[in-house]
C-alpha cells in the first residue's frame, strides 16, 4: 500500500485533502458574513449579538487555522484564494444584513451546512483510519450542535 509518513493510504489522504479544502473554502466564506454581521447589526440586541458575532468570528478564524494546518499535516495545499472560496462555498453570503432575526438565521443555516460537510469528512476520515482529522470534526460537530441548539432557543 502507498502511504504517507502518518501511515495513512494516499489516496484517502488526497480525498480528505479535497474534502477539507471545502470545508476551508466554506469556513471563510462564514467567517466573513460573520464580520459583516458584527459589523452591521442595529437594533435592540446590538450588544448582545455584536459581542456574539465577534465570538462567533474569533472561533471561526482559529477553526480556519486548524483546518488549513490539518491539510499541510496530510500533505496538501490548503486554498487560499477568495476566488477557491467563492467556488467551493456552499454556505451562504450575508450581505448588508443588519436585522438581528436575518442575522441569527444566517448564522443557524450556516452552522447547518458547516455541519453537513464536516459529517462527510467524518465519515471519510473513519475510513481513512485517519484519528486526527476525525478528532478534529467530532469537536467542531459537538460545539457547533450546541451553539445551533442555543441559536434555535433564541429565535424561539
Known amino acids: 500500500m502507498n502511504t504517507t509518513i502518518l501511515g495513512l493510504d494516499k489516496n ?8 477539507l479544502n471545502g470545508l476551508l473554502a466554506n469556513f471563510q466564506v462564514y467567517y466573513q458574513s460573520l464580520r459583516g454581521l458584527h459589523w452591521n447589526i442595529k437594533g ?3 450588544f448582545d449579538l455584536h459581542m456574539k458575532f465577534e465570538e ?3 472561533d471561526a478564524q482559529e ?4 483546518i488549513a ?14 476566488q477557491d472560496y467563492t467556488k467551493l462555498a456552499k454556505v451562504p453570503v450575508g450581505i448588508n444584513i443588519s436585522n438581528d432575526i436575518k ?14 460537510i464536516e459529517r462527510a469528512i467524518l ?3 473513519d475510513e481513512a ?4 482529522t476525525n478528532s478534529m470534526m467530532s469537536d467542531f460537530i459537538a460545539e457547533q450542535e450546541k451553539t445551533l441548539w442555543m441559536l434555535n432557543a433564541w429565535l424561539g
Not at 12 to 19: F, P, S
Not at 63 to 66: A, G, I, Q, R
Not at 129 to 132: A, V
Request: glycine share 4%; hydrophobic share 40%.
Open 129 to 132: 483510519n485517519d484519528e486526527g
Open 56 to 58: 462567533f468570528y474569533t
Open 123 to 125: 465519515n471519510s476520515s
Open 103 to 116: 442575522a441569527v438565521k444566517l448564522v443557524v443555516t450556516s452552522l447547518s451546512e458547516l455541519l453537513k
Open 12 to 19: 484517502k489522504t488526497a480525498n480528505l485533502v479535497i474534502e
Open 69 to 82: 494546518e490539518r491539510i499541510l499535516t496530510l500533505e496538501g495545499a490548503p486554498l487560499h484564494t477568495f
Open 63 to 66: 477553526k480556519v487555522d486548524l
Open 44 to 46: 435592540k440586541n446590538f
